[in-house]
């Protein structure tokens, strides 16, 4: 097979988590223009019409099902909708999240437990539910962060406790099902980017952390979709169990 032919996802169904807004639509939009038909979910219904819409512009078919994937029973009816419309579940990318900015001795235990329950709590019940469905060839992408691995001066506990944990669930889950059940499943760190949760950082935070970039930008939302791309397809066929880290060069500095 060409190799650029290897990056295709023709035939494939994938299912993209927080698919409401931000990065979510990146990798909406990227599983669309590499010719896959396109599961949508998050718990904003009314926003996943819009990203609807824009992948069946791309030529792409897609659903939207509303899910809270903290909730167990929700993500397991996520995977039976994508069942149901597709016969198959090919890909699916974790990328549902959310964030606070709470002073550790400040940070209420609703708080704490409401960002586990979502960002690693609901990357765990939707690969559970998946894996149930997947041939082998399958590919899990969880979405964590560089605050996974490093600091980047804001009180984020919460935030940086889940993403941490979600690279041990990928690590586990890879020697889980790899050879198994032929599932790889891997992991992305991404650095700054543009998304709801940077849009309520503070004035200027965002340009001091550019002097830890060794690249001195933002990233841009298409690139992180091409990893996702990548893990996704037959070109990342021999990557699993991997942290894939895209920030600029912050976790270097």
Known sequence: MPVLDMF?????????????????????RGAAEAGASVVLAARRVEKLADTQQMVESLGAT????????????????????????FGRV???????????????????????????DVNLNGSYWAAQAAAKVMQPGSSIINISSVLGLTTAGLPQAAYAASKA???????????QWGSRKGIRVNAIAPGFFAS???????????ESQQQRQLLKRMGDPAELAATAVWLASDAGGYVTGQTI?????????
């Open 196 to 206: 709801e949760m940077t849009e309520q950082y503070d004035e200027g935070y965002l």
């Open 90 to 116: 090919d890909v699916l990318i974790n990328n549902a999240g959310v964030g606070t900015a709470v002073p550790a001795t400040r940070e209420t235990p609703e708080q704490f437990r409401s960002v586990i």
């Open 62 to 85: 897609a659903i939207s099902v509303g899910t809270d994937v903290a909730v167990p029973e929700q993500a397991v009816a996520m995977i039976d909708a994508a069942m149901e419309a």
């Open 245 to 253: 880290v895209v920030d600029g060069g912050v976790t270097v500095t």
């Open 8 to 28: 295709r996802l023709d035939g494939k169904v994938v299912i993209v988590t927080g698919a409401s807004s931000g990065l979510g639509v990146a990798f909406a």
């Open 165 to 175: 944990g979600v690279l041990g669930l990928t690590r586990d889950l890879a020697q």
